[in-house]
């Protein structure tokens, strides 16, 4: 595994669902060409599917409901509206889409399975194909798409509670601070210290709403108090987090 793997750090946070789903549900469609009906094409919205399937996109041969902590995970708020993928020119993605096709037709023991994998694996691969793509506006894609400034969101998205600063993360990226700090704004659209605290409010929603002490939530956050991590809370959501806790399914 490569050091510094840019989607590993942010999977380890956020848990990946998939259920297949009836035609026109879903938000992950794998198309294909008749008369064949070989699968050719790959369309996922991030955030829920936008309309209806146009009829003249090839025959939709699988259809699933993804989710990868919605909104709150700050890679799948950043990804644009829909993601593409064409299998002419990547086998092993062609393959991907047909071993899930099979899968989900054939319908054997352990297939749903086997589906929810392959749809995790081919999400994996189409957020790898983003990364790598770019983004044309700032954010964590356009971050994560550069090589240096990819170090040091890991090494804030590996360990949220560090107390760091701007120069050690200007180290993690191999860069000087002027040159790090200004071209973290320009690509991320917003300064490291300020997605840093957006990162880990994103994280103390989560565990608060999962039911963890607030005490431990923010030790393990770099925060020296409860008090401290309530404050900050409060100023980002716009309330506490025990309103947050008793409004949780």
């Known amino acids: 595994m490569s050091k510094f793997d840019r989607l590993s750090a942010l999977m380890q946070h956020f848990q990946m669902s998939v259920q297949t789903a009836e035609p026109g549900d879903g938000n992950l469609v794998i198309f294909g060409a008749p008369p064949q009906n070989h699968p050719e094409r790959v369309e996922f919205w991030p955030r829920g599917q936008a309309g209806r399937i146009d009829a003249g996109s090839g025959r939709p041969l699988f259809e699933a409901v993804a989710d990868w902590g919605g909104t709150a995970n700050p890679l799948i708020a950043a990804l644009p509206e829909k993601l593409v993928l064409q299998t002419a020119a990547d086998e092993p993605m062609a393959l991907l889409l047909r071993m899930l096709v099979s899968e989900a037709d054939d319908a054997r ?7 929810n994998r392959l749809c995790e694996v081919l999400i994996i691969r189409l957020l790898r194909h983003q990364i790598e793509r770019g983004a044309t506006s700032p954010g964590l894609i356009s971050g994560l798409a550069d090589k240096r400034l990819s170090r040091a969101l890991i090494a804030i998205h590996e360990q949220p509670g560090r107390d760091w600063r701007n120069g050690e993360l200007a180290e993690a990226a191999g860069m000087s601070l002027s040159r790090f700090s200004d071209r973290f704004v320009i690509r991320v659209g917003e300064t490291p210290q300020a997605y840093l605290r957006r990162w880990r409010m994103t994280l103390a929603r989560q565990e608060i709403v999962a039911g963890r002490r607030i005490q431990s939530v923010a030790r393990r956050l770099g925060y020296g ?14 309330e506490s987090p025990m309103v947050v806790r008793k409004a949780a399914p």
């Open 109 to 115: 023991c352990g297939s749903a399975s086997a589906v």
């Open 225 to 238: 108090s409860p008090e401290a991590l309530s404050r900050a809370f409060r100023r980002h959501f716009g």
